[in-house]
C-alpha cells in the first residue's frame, strides 16, 4: 500500500492540471478581449493613446494590488472556490463594459475584470503546485498554456464576435464566465479531495503535510535580494510585452496600413505561439534549472527584438513569433524560482509575481501610450525593443537549482 501511494505521489495529478489550464483558458481569454477591442474603444469613446494606456492600468492594477494579499490570506486559510467568486466579479465587469454609457464606466468595469483575475491566479497557483509532484515546471507549464491559448483566442474572438457586431455583443461572452465557474467549482472540489489524500498519505508515512524544501535555505539577504532582481528581470519581460498586447495592432496598421481584422491575427499568432514556448520551457527547466532558462528567455529574445522595427510585414511577423516563442518560459521559470526561494509562501508569492506582472504591464502600457502620443507608436517599438537587455542581470541570481 506504501509502495501504491508513493508511486502515485510522484506522478502529477493530471485531471486537476487539465482542468486549471482550462479555467485559466477561459478567464485569460476575457481578459484578452479587453486590449483587442481597444481600437472600437478608442472611435466609441473618441480617446486618445494615453487613455487606452489607462484603461490597462486599470485593469491590472487593480489585479496587482489586491493579488499579493489574496495570496497572503489564503496561505493562512486556502478557500479553493475562490476561483467562482472572482468569475463572478469578471461577469459583472463584462456586462458593464457591453454597456458602458461613459468612459468613467469603461475604466470601473475593466478593474471589476481585474478583481476576477486577482482571486483567481493566487489559489490557483497554490493547486499546481500541489497537484506537480515535484515536477514544478511541467505543472506549471501545463497550467499557463492555458492562460496562453486564452490570451491568444481573446483576439481572435473579439475580431469575429465584438468588432463586426459592436461593443454590446461582448455580453454574449458572459456565456464563458458561466462554464469557467462550473468549471471552477468543480476543480476545487476535486482539490479538497486531492489535499486530504496527500495528507492520509503523509500521515501514513509519518511525514507533515507542509511542502517540502527542494533547494538549500539562504539567507534572508540574499532572498530579498534574488527576489529584487527577478522583479526587474519580470519589469523587462513585461515592459516588452505590454507593447505588444496593447499596440501591437496599432503599429501595424500605421506602419503598414493592414486592417483591423489582419493586425488582431497577427496579435493571436504572437499570443498563441506563447502557450507552445510555455510548455516547452517548463519541461526544460526541470531538467536543466529554472536559472539557464530565465537567461535564455529573456536575453535569447533580444537580437529578434532589436531587428524587428526594422523589418517589413512578413518578416515582422516572423520575428514576433520567434520573440514570442523564446520568452513565453520566462514567467514560469521566474515564478517556480522565487516560490523555491520562500516554499512555505505559495500564495504570497503566487499573488505578488501574478500581480506584479499585471501591475508592471499596465504600467508599462501607461506610460507607452504617453510616449506613443509623444514620439508615434512606430518609434516607441524602435525604443522599447532594447528593454530585453536588462535580463543580463539574470548573471546575480543565485543558482539554486
Known amino acids: 500500500m506504501t509502495a501504491t501511494l508513493t508511486k502515485a505521489a510522484n506522478r502529477p495529478l493530471l485531471p486537476i492540471l487539465v482542468a486549471l489550464s482550462g479555467a485559466h483558458l477561459l478567464n485569460d481569454l476575457i481578459q484578452s478581449m479587453i486590449p483587442a477591442m481597444y481600437p472600437l474603444i478608442k472611435e466609441a469613446y473618441q480617446l486618445d493613446f494615453a487613455q487606452i494606456g ?15 494579499i489574496l495570496g497572503h490570506v489564503t496561505d493562512a486559510r486556502p478557500w479553493p472556490y475562490a476561483m467562482v467568486a472572482g468569475m463572478c466579479a469578471t461577469l459583472v465587469g463584462l456586462f458593464g463594459l457591453s454597456f458602458a454609457p461613459n468612459y468613467g ?15 483567481f491566479h493566487p489559489e490557483a497557483t497554490r493547486m499546481a503546485r500541489h497537484a506537480a509532484a515535484g515536477q514544478q515546471g511541467f505543472a506549471q507549464g501545463i497550467f499557463q498554456i492555458g492562460g496562453h ?9 473579439a475580431a469575429m464576435l465584438v468588432v463586426p457586431r459592436g461593443q454590446a455583443s461582448l455580453a454574449w461572452v458572459s456565456v464563458v464566465a458561466l462554464v469557467a465557474m462550473v468549471l471552477m467549482a468543480w476543480t476545487g472540489a476535486r482539490y479538497i479531495e486531492m489535499r486530504r489524500s496527500q495528507a492520509a498519505a503523509a500521515a501514513s508515512a509519518g511525514q507533515g ?4 524544501h527542494t533547494g538549500p535555505m539562504l539567507p534572508t539577504g540574499h532572498v530579498l535580494f534574488a527576489m ?3 522583479i526587474l528581470i519580470l519589469l523587462s519581460k513585461n515592459a516588452y510585452t505590454a507593447a505588444f ?4 495592432t496599432f503599429y501595424l496598421i500605421e506602419r503598414f496600413g493592414v486592417s483591423v481584422q489582419l493586425s488582431q491575427v497577427m496579435l493571436f499568432l504572437y499570443l498563441v505561439v506563447g502557450a507552445v514556448g510555455v510548455i516547452i520551457g517548463g519541461m526544460v527547466g526541470d531538467r536543466i534549472g529554472r536559472h539557464r532558462v530565465i537567461w535564455l528567455s529573456i536575453v535569447g529574445a533580444l537580437p529578434f527584438a532589436l531587428i524587428l522595427p526594422h523589418a517589413d510585414l512578413f518578416w515582422t511577423g516572423v520575428l514576433s513569433v520567434l520573440i514570442s ?17 520562500v516554499p512555505h509562501r505559495v500564495g504570497l508569492v503566487g499573488g505578488l509575481f501574478y500581480g506584479l506582472a499585471f501591475g508592471l504591464g499596465g504600467i ?11 514620439v508615434g507608436i512606430v518609434a516607441v517599438f524602435k525604443l522599447v525593443a532594447w528593454v530585453p537587455a536588462l535580463g543580463l542581470l539574470t548573471f546575480l541570481l543565485p543558482r539554486t537549482s
Not at 464606466?105 to 478593474?111: I, P
Not at 520568452?327 to 523555491?340: E, H, R, T, V
Open 54 to 68: 489607462l484603461i490597462t492600468l486599470a485593469f491590472q492594477v487593480t489585479s496587482s494590488l489586491l493579488q499579493p
Open 105 to 119: 464606466t469603461v475604466l470601473a468595469s475593466a478593474a471589476m475584470i481585474g478583481l476576477g483575475s486577482a482571486v
Open 149 to 157: 491559448v486564452g490570451y491568444a483566442a481573446g483576439p481572435l474572438l
Open 209 to 212: 503535510t507542509s511542502a517540502s
Open 228 to 230: 529584487a532582481i527577478l
Open 245 to 248: 498586447t496593447s499596440y501591437y
Open 325 to 341: 516563442l523564446i520568452m513565453a518560459s520566462a514567467f514560469s521559470a521566474i515564478l517556480i524560482y522565487a516560490i523555491d526561494l
Open 364 to 374: 508599462a502600457a501607461a506610460a507607452l501610450g504617453l510616449l506613443a502620443d509623444w
